[in-house]
Structure formats: structure tokens, C-alpha cells
T-cell receptor
């Protein structure tokens, strides 16, 4: 069964600090991995999309990495801001005709002043 | 572009009533997804359409749930009869399937409360 596991479940950091969120998956065959940011009361918004051949992708202060061999991804947030407080969801899509996506449970990040 | 539009934004109803959630995808997108999000179960895919045709409805909880997409610009998710355990935020998302790496754009969601 395809699974996506994220850690930690929640994280509290001080404004200006860096943090790293983890995502491990068992989805196969692999097509792509996406990181979403979901603010409270809003729909998820895509941060990065990575395919098999991509190791790193950045979007401003967000940098995602992918190790397709170990089936691990990380999302690194640099110089955190209060607006980074949100839930971060890892989504992995398989490479079958249906292109089924498996969602992680998310990491809730709280940035405190 | 206004993005994905969902209505209503909030719905409170009594157990046993019929509930209809509506979604207008982004113009030009050819895939539409319905999700349900709860604290306990996170984000779950209920059903998705490609070119107005249901492709995978394995996430639809039971026969009380049904979804339609009569045309490329409109979809509905209906719950009949509704139950308290259906209380959740329901998201609609759309994307343009173009090879791999297609990004889904989510609507603001409909918060459903069944009393």
C-alpha cells in the first residue's frame, strides 16, 4: 500500500530560525512529489514539484530536496517568518495511468516572535 | 483568473438533509478533484474527473456521496442523507494534465457542519 509519512507532526520555532521538515514515502512507481503549504482556513497552495530526476528545487526561502533512491524528501525553510506558520503537506503521485496521489498527514509549523 | 471557486463557503445542516457542494474549476483545466479534510484523517481524495469523466472514485466513502461534472466548468458533490460524521472541510481542486508534474490548484473549501 502506498504511504507517505511526514515528521515531525508539529514544530515550534522562533522567527528567523531555519527548520527542516521530512517526508518518507513508499509510493511506486514514482512520478512526482509536491510540497504544499496550507494556511489555517485556506486551501493548500503548491510550493514545489519535483520529478524523479530532480534533487533540489527552491522557491524563495523554501528549498525541497528529493532522494529517489531512499524515497525521502525534505523541505527546508530559511530565515523563518511569522507568515510561515502553516501546515506543510507532502504529496506523492504514482506513475500509473490513474496518476494516483497519496497525501501525508502534514507537519504543523508555528513560528513565534 | 479568479482561481477555483467553491460555494457555499460554509454550510450548516441537520442530519438527514441533502447537501450539495459546488465547484467551478480554473478555465482551461481538464482535471477536477474533490477532497475532504478532517483533523483525524487529514486530506483525503474522494473522486477525480478528467475531461468531465470520473476516473477514480475509490475514495468516495459510501453510496450517500455522489459527484457529477456535467461540463468543463462545473462540478457538484452531493451528500444524501447527510450524517454528523460527514462534517469536514471539502476542497475542490483543478489542474491541467500535461505529462507529469501537473500542479493542482485548490479552492478555498466548503466547511460543512452536520448537526
Amino acid at each position: 500500500k502506498n504511504q507517505v509519512e511526514q515528521s515531525p507532526q508539529s514544530l515550534i520555532i522562533l522567527e528567523g530560525k531555519n527548520c527542516t521538515l521530512q517526508c518518507n514515502y513508499t509510493v511506486s512507481p514514482f512520478s512526482n512529489l509536491r510540497w504544499y503549504k496550507q494556511d489555517t482556513g485556506r486551501g493548500p497552495v503548491s510550493l514545489t514539484i519535483m520529478t524523479f530526476s530532480e534533487n533540489t528545487k527552491s522557491n524563495g526561502r523554501y528549498t525541497a530536496t528529493l532522494d529517489a533512491d531512499t524515497k525521502q524528501s525534505s523541505l527546508h525553510i530559511t530565515a523563518s517568518q511569522l507568515s510561515d506558520s502553516a501546515s506543510y503537506i507532502c504529496v506523492v503521485t504514482d506513475n500509473t495511468n490513474a496518476g494516483k496521489s497519496t497525501f501525508g498527514d502534514g507537519t504543523t509549523l508555528t513560528v513565534k516572535p | 483568473d479568479a482561481g477555483v471557486i467553491q460555494s457555499p463557503r460554509h454550510e450548516v445542516t441537520e442530519m438527514g438533509q441533502e447537501v450539495t457542494l459546488r465547484c467551478k474549476p480554473i478555465s482551461g483545466h481538464n482535471s477536477l478533484f474533490w477532497y475532504r479534510q478532517t483533523m483525524m484523517r487529514g486530506l483525503e481524495l474522494l473522486i477525480y474527473f478528467n475531461n468531465n469523466v470520473p476516473i477514480d472514485d475509490s475514495g468516495m466513502p459510501e453510496d450517500r456521496f455522489s459527484a457529477k461534472m456535467p461540463n468543463a466548468s462545473f462540478s457538484t458533490l452531493k451528500i444524501q442523507p447527510s450524517e454528523p460524521r460527514d462534517s469536514a472541510v471539502y476542497f475542490c481542486a483543478s489542474s491541467f494534465i500535461q505529462g507529469i508534474g501537473n500542479e493542482q490548484f485548490f479552492g478555498p473549501g466548503t466547511r460543512l457542519t452536520v448537526l
